[in-house]
């Protein structure tokens, strides 16, 4: 079973630049399809960008082109590079497997917190 680890979370300024990483132990983490995925306050948690095993990225239409989503399997790392940040991204980040047929996912980390404020 893998074990994920988010950080790199923090408070920004609308307009700036987090960059998030998704720590990988116990697992043969190049397998998987992954995912990044968020919860704001009161809403339901939501894919935000995916990547599959071999490095095809999706990102959904809210991030695309200020978000991008990569993988280094030797690290057993994933990324998600979020620039021109908007109060709206604020959310809880967590990374798991990206959306499956069976609906099979990692027990989910801690996540990494992001707000988006001035």
């Known amino acids: 079973q893998v074990q994920l680890v988010e950080s790199g979370g923090g408070l920004v300024q609308p307009g700036g630049s987090l960059r998030l990483s998704c720590a990988a132990s116990?697992?043969?983490?190049?397998?998987?399809?992954m995912g990044w995925y968020r919860q704001a306050p009161g809403k339901q948690r939501e894919l935000v960008a995916s990547i599959s095993s071999y490095g095809t990225t999706n990102h959904v239409d809210s991030v695309k082109g200020r978000f991008t989503i990569s993988r280094d399997s030797a690290k057993k790392t994933m990324y998600l590079q979020m620039n021109s940040l908007k109060p709206e991204d604020t959310a809880v980040y967590y990374c798991?497997?990206?959306?499956?047929?069976?609906?099979?996912?990692?027990?989910w980390g801690q996540g990494t917190q992001v707000t988006v404020s001035s």
């Open positions: 798991n497997k990206a959306p499956n047929r069976l609906g099979d996912l990692f027990d």
């Open positions: 116990g697992g043969i983490f190049s397998l998987y399809a």
